[in-house]
């Protein structure tokens, strides 16, 4: 049976870290505003009934597009904005806002690039974007796709390129990034532009307490980096028909518990970051919450342009890296809710290929460069009409293998997205739980991961030297080369990597 801890250390140190208390890291009197004042909460209040008396008019089980206009044009006859506080007002009325934007869709701005900072675009039009979308059969096919085409002109070194975002992702930032009406989400801009707006309103004691993290989280990422490396040796092991001797199969069993525990590694890294960053969120003032509304209502070309915020010259590159993510997903979790923190993007799971390399190199130190939306799913295609019926009936059989993990990889993180949720309100977070869902979290992962590696090795035998030559030219990255490796996306030599056998049976 397999045994192997590969975070045991780390989970103690983990657990000590997270033990700091909510005293300890609650900003000092003087560097927080007074709490809201009577006339505010007044005044939201009213709001409140005000929904719930229009709203208490309407069946909603068997609400109607009819209805849901109706009632969009009650709250502008009462004076109400359609935007983040009339959402809140909706469920603090006891009900969902969701179900009036499905029914009731506000039209599209299609000068969104040249709106003013006071028109908000609503995200919710963009309906490509969705949990929906990410796990529904197309997406995924060609997402499969584009993982099989970089992993059969790739190597390790490139397998090991992993975006960091990635990682610890219950702050709702990947959807962010889709949704932005600015279309900066994917450029190399997009996360300095965030953060460095969050942290120029940020006092002294809440950015020490970012950085206090950061520190603290250094070596368990880095931990997390370098466990990947014995599944993506095995996978490529697989794929050469490298065995160890007397196996004949990767092992599903031993895929799953080493995936399982690599999430563990995950859940840790999600709880102490959701426990620090929803300190500060509760501990907010009036004056920075109405900052992060008006960046909340407006998009990438309303914020205000900031010089970089922190000197980084005490802290180590890892650590600036981890404290601008954070800044960065600050904004979005306060901005979002559970559903845009269960989000995640079609390529989020089976990531031991080398497609974020494939995808991402390109913009890496080229400032200003914006990652295009469709090349995953072009490529994807013209990877498939490379291949022949037979080979092309295992990548395509993976959509239907998987789908079952997907959907309750859906429920998982939408259960731990709820829960880390409760460090906003200032309430306590089981974190027991937080990391037995992620070991379940991982051990569906490691389900799928299994799948994509014996399909794709099957049919990487069977490729023949033009059909080689054809996937080269896709994969389109001629004059970049692998030396050594990545920890997330920066380049080390190759690690050394623990006996991979017992990955076999």
């Given at each position: 049976?397999?045994?192997?801890?590969?975070?045991?250390?780390?989970?103690?140190?983990?657990?000590?870290?997270?033990?700091?208390?909510?005293?300890?890291?609650?900003?000092?009197?003087?560097?927080?505003?007074?709490?809201?004042?009577?006339?505010?909460?007044?005044?939201?209040?009213?709001?409140?009934?005000?929904?719930?008396?229009i709203l208490s008019k309407y069946d909603f089980s068997a609400l109607t597009a009819e209805?849901?206009?109706?009632?969009?044009?009650?709250?502008?006859?009462?004076?109400?904005?359609?935007?983040?506080?009339?959402?809140?007002?909706?469920?603090?009325?006891?009900?969902?806002?969701?179900?009036?934007?499905?029914?009731?869709?506000?039209?599209?701005?299609?000068?969104?690039?040249?709106?003013?900072?006071?028109?908000?675009?609503?995200?919710?039009?963009?309906?490509?974007?969705?949990?929906?979308?990410?796990?529904?059969?197309?997406?995924?096919?060609?997402?499969?796709?584009?993982?099989?085409?970089?992993?059969?002109?790739?190597?390790?070194?490139?397998?090991?390129?992993?975006?960091?975002?990635?990682?610890?992702?219950?702050?709702?930032?990947?959807?962010?990034?889709?949704?932005?009406?600015?279309?900066?989400?994917?450029?190399?801009?997009?996360?300095?532009?965030?953060?460095?707006?969050?942290?120029?309103?940020?006092?002294?004691?809440?950015?020490?307490?970012?950085?206090?993290?950061?520190?603290?989280?250094?070596?368990?990422?880095?931990?997390?980096?370098?466990?990947?490396?014995?599944?993506?040796?095995?996978?490529?092991?697989?794929?050469?028909?490298?065995?160890?001797?007397?196996?004949?199969?990767?092992?599903?069993?031993?895929?799953?518990?080493?995936?399982?525990?690599?999430?563990?590694?995950?859940?840790?890294?999600?709880?102490?970051r959701a426990k620090v960053l929803g300190n500060i969120i509760h501990s907010l003032s009036?004056?920075?919450?109405?900052?992060?509304?008006?960046?909340?209502?407006?998009?990438?070309?309303?914020?205000?342009?900031?010089?970089?915020?922190?000197?980084?010259?005490?802290?180590?590159?890892?650590?600036?890296?981890?404290?601008?993510?954070?800044?960065?997903?600050?904004?979005?979790?306060?901005?979002?809710?559970?559903?845009?923190?269960?989000?995640?993007?079609?390529?989020?799971?089976?990531?031991?290929?080398?497609?974020?390399?494939?995808?991402?190199?390109?913009?890496?130190?080229?400032?200003?460069?914006?990652?295009?939306?469709?090349?995953?799913?072009?490529?994807?295609?013209?990877?498939?009409?490379?291949?022949?019926?037979?080979?092309?009936?295992?990548?395509?059989?993976?959509?239907?293998?998987?789908?079952?993990?997907?959907?309750?990889?859906?429920?998982?993180?939408?259960?731990?997205?709820?829960?880390?949720?409760?460090?906003?309100?200032?309430?306590?977070?089981?974190?027991?739980?937080?990391?037995?869902?992620?070991?379940?979290?991982?051990?569906?992962?490691?389900?799928?991961?299994?799948?994509?590696?014996?399909?794709?090795?099957?049919?990487?035998?069977?490729?023949?030297?033009?059909?080689?030559?054809?996937?080269?030219?896709?994969?389109?990255?001629?004059?970049?080369?692998?030396?050594?490796?990545?920890?997330?996306?920066?380049?080390?030599?190759?690690?050394n990597i623990i006996d991979t056998d017992f990955l076999f049976e």
């Amino acid at each position: 049976m397999f045994k192997k801890k590969i975070v045991s250390l780390f989970v103690i140190t983990g657990l000590v870290s997270a033990s700091i208390s909510c005293a300890t890291l609650q900003p000092k009197a003087s560097e927080i505003k007074e709490a809201p004042k009577v006339e505010a909460e007044k005044s939201n209040a009213d709001m409140v009934d005000k929904i719930k008396s229009i709203l208490s008019k309407y069946d909603f089980s068997a609400l109607t597009a009819e209805d849901a206009k109706a009632i969009h044009e009650a709250f502008r006859d009462a004076g109400f904005k359609s935007g983040k506080k009339q959402e809140k007002a909706i469920k603090e009325a006891g009900y969902d806002p969701a179900i009036l934007r499905e029914l009731d869709p506000p039209t599209k701005n299609k000068g969104a690039n040249q709106q003013s900072k006071k028109e908000k675009p609503d995200r919710s039009v963009n309906q490509k974007y969705s949990i929906e979308q990410a796990i529904s059969d197309n997406a995924q096919l060609h997402t499969i796709a584009f993982d099989a085409l970089a992993f059969f002109t790739g190597e390790l070194g490139s397998d090991s390129f992993f975006p960091p975002g990635k990682l610890s992702d219950y702050f709702g930032f990947q959807y962010l990034r889709d949704v932005d009406a600015g279309e900066l989400g994917h450029n190399t801009t997009f996360v300095p532009r965030v953060a460095n707006n969050v942290l120029s309103i940020l006092s002294d004691d809440q950015i020490n307490q970012l950085k206090t993290l950061a520190v603290e989280q250094e070596e368990l990422l880095k931990e997390y980096g370098y466990s990947r490396f014995p599944l993506m040796q095995a996978f490529r092991r697989l794929n050469e028909n490298d065995l160890p001797s007397d196996t004949s199969t990767l092992s599903l069993d031993a895929v799953t518990d080493y995936s399982s525990e690599l999430y563990e590694i995950d859940g840790l890294l999600s709880y102490n970051r959701a426990k620090v960053l929803g300190n500060i969120i509760h501990s907010l003032s009036d004056d920075q919450r109405a900052y992060l509304d008006e960046m909340a209502d407006g998009s990438s070309v309303t914020w205000q342009s900031k010089q970089d915020q922190i000197d980084k010259k005490d802290m180590s590159h890892e650590q600036h890296v981890l404290l601008m993510t954070y800044a960065s997903e600050m904004f979005s979790w306060y901005a979002g809710d559970v559903e845009s923190d269960t989000y995640f993007c079609p390529e989020r799971h089976g990531t031991y290929f080398g497609s974020f390399y494939m995808k991402d190199m390109p913009a890496m130190g080229n400032p200003d460069y914006s990652i295009s939306t469709s090349i995953t799913g072009n490529s994807g295609k013209e990877f498939l009409d490379i291949l022949t019926e037979e080979q092309k009936k295992l990548i395509t059989d993976l959509v239907d293998i998987q789908r079952d993990e997907l959907l309750e990889i859906v429920e998982t993180r939408r259960t731990v997205s709820k829960q880390l949720r409760e460090f906003m309100n200032g309430k306590n977070v089981d974190q027991e739980e937080i990391i037995e869902l992620s070991r379940k979290y991982g051990e569906l992962d490691g389900k799928i991961a299994h799948s994509y590696a014996t399909h794709f090795s099957k049919v990487y035998q069977t490729l023949t030297d033009e059909q080689k030559e054809l996937l080269i030219k896709l994969r389109n990255l001629d004059g970049y080369q692998v030396e050594g490796a990545f920890l997330y996306s920066e380049p080390i030599e190759m690690p050394n990597i623990i006996d991979t056998d017992f990955l076999f049976e």
